[in-house]
């Protein structure tokens, strides 16, 4: 199984469930293909648009990687700045957890709740 993040702001997010209670927001397949459709219908809707949507991709690809390796070699691998992975099995995510642990980013008491730890 895999999981996915969005950061949106909470007036994209009720716009967006707005417009899809109301049956407007044209379905693709594909998360990724829909939720760019969504955001510009949202922008181009005919009844009540978004003035202005501003989506701050400059320098992502050293936040973003789309290939859940630290082989430098490949278009868009993990490194130290990466916050979201794309396309990862449950067993990569234990990996990267492991590691963030490892280098203090979070703490795990036995009981098994998690704080942020001294290196965050």
């Not at 594909?30 to 922008?43: E, T």
């Not at 949507?53 to 691998?77: K, Q, T």
């Amino acid at each position: 199984p895999r999981g996915l993040v969005r950061a949106l702001s909470m007036d994209v997010v009720r716009h967006i469930a707005r417009l899809s209670a109301e049956g407007r927001l044209r379905i693709i397949s594909g998360d990724d293909p829909c939720l760019g459709v969504h955001l510009r219908q949202l922008v181009k809707d005919e009844i009540d648009p978004i003035p202005l949507l501003v989506i701050d991709d400059r320098d992502s690809y050293r936040a973003f990687a789309m290939e859940p390796s630290c082989n430098v070699g490949l278009w868009s691998p993990v490194s130290e700045r990466t916050w979201v992975v794309h396309h990862v099995t449950a067993r990569q995510m234990r990996c990267m957890w492991d590691a963030d642990i490892a280098a203090g980013y979070y703490e795990q008491s036995l009981g098994g709740s998690v704080a942020l730890g001294t290196a965050a």
